[in-house]
């Protein structure tokens, strides 16, 4: 019989169990008690129904676990869990198993006997495969597999058809290569995350999934949009950032339930005309591409209010982005922008306009009406002079101006009283001594250093 005595964990939660043995209780809270091993004492804790032995170093449980018949909830993340001992199976009333953060490499066939299961949580562990009796939890609302080291969901994935009421599948962060067409009969899946796998295609049956409102394509192989996708037209999150894009289709029009869209870090150099018929669009991010220009119909998307375009090709662009009047955030950093369009003072719900890092000689004086800007970053332009009109900014509290050409300030600068930062770093023609340049998180200060001088001169 194995020493224990030294354990103070194992003495700890011993202790505990006695405790709870006499009171009858029906919950039991062992976490965080770097415990390596479960007493088997704990098989006498027959009343329970809630057990947390979370943010332990437990390798293994013990036999004795299958004799709390009466569970619901077992939390057993952020432990060192090699392997689920068979008895597990005898917990038939548990309705959520989390078992995040571990080192399982497969699962005892027994947990085909969870039926009762709405929640499993199996993330970030080493599993290769799964039992074909994971198709026995047809109750199962949420199973989480992200971060393992899947290559292919079994073979048994018919199984899996009986899962109508799973709601959310998590397979990020794992290997896969492909998916099985019989992912299809997930009639119930609402959200479906894929990301950070091999994925080079999906296979037609994705479209049948028409409850999906979430898919997370992130960081796979496409080098095409997967047609399936524009059958899904309860989708409101589309993430396809990070993979090899070069167009989209035209019918991505049909996805007219769409409110966010991601395609970061692709290779897209120009967008469809059909992107106008996106009308439900709130965010569209197109950062890292190689977008030379945009269609006039993105003008449609009227009620778009975070549009990020950053380190595109972009010299110029269509007249009709005046129309975004719900715009509030707009990303147009590390471009080829020589100038702004006059219609860019249309945007009078815009709160934040980063135009970091392009080629803009000067703004036009009717900035002034983007009364609502909160933030101005203008760093790493070649500005030679700031309109007048920039203290109608009034509600402006961040103004980035590094690195330009500015050998002059408007003195009316001086009256953007909420200004809490500003950086005029690298305008050495500006003549201001350094320790006040430095002071950018002190706006005000630097304010009133201008201020003075003003009043001197």
Known sequence: MPDHSNDHGYQKALEAIEKAAKNNATTLNLDGNDLMRLPAEIGKLTNLTNLDLSDNVLTSLPAEIGNLTNLTWLYLY?????????????????????????????????????????????????LTSLPAEIGKLTNLNWLGLDDNVLMSLPAEIEKLTKLTN????????????????????????????LSNNNLASLPAEIGKLTNLNWLGLEGNGL?????????????????????ALTSLPIDIGKLTGLERLKLDG?????????????????????????LISLPDQIGKLTNLTWLVLTNNKLTSFSAEIGNLTSLQVLYLDSNGLTSLPDQIVKLTSL?????????????PAQIGKLTGLETLNLDGNILTSLPAEIAKLTSLQVLGLSNNRLSSLPVEIVQLTNLTWLDLRGNEALGIPEEILEKVGDAQEILAYLKERQTAG
């Open 223 to 243: 080098t095409s949009f997967p047609r399936e996708i524009v059958q899904l037209t309860g989708l409101e999150t589309l993430d396809l950032r990070d993979n």
């Open 78 to 126: 952020n432990n060192s869990l090699t392997s689920l001992p068979a008895e597990i199976g005898n917990l038939t009333n548990l309705t959520g198993l989390y078992l995040l953060n571990n080192d399982l490499t497969s699962l005892p066939a027994e947990i085909g006997k969870l039926m009762n299961l709405t929640d499993l949580d199996l993330r970030n562990n080493d």
């Open 166 to 193: 799973l709601a959310n599948l998590g397979l990020s962060d794992n290997a896969l290569t492909s998916l099985p067409a019989e992912i299809g009969e997930l009639i119930g899946l609402e959200t479906l995350d």
């Open 266 to 290: 692709n290779d897209l150099t120009s967008l469809p005309a059909e992107i106008g018929e996106l009308t439900g669009l709130e965010r569209l991010d197109l950062e890292g591409n190689g």
């Open 351 to 363: 709160k934040t306009l980063v135009l970091t890092n392009n080629s803009l000689t000067s703004l």
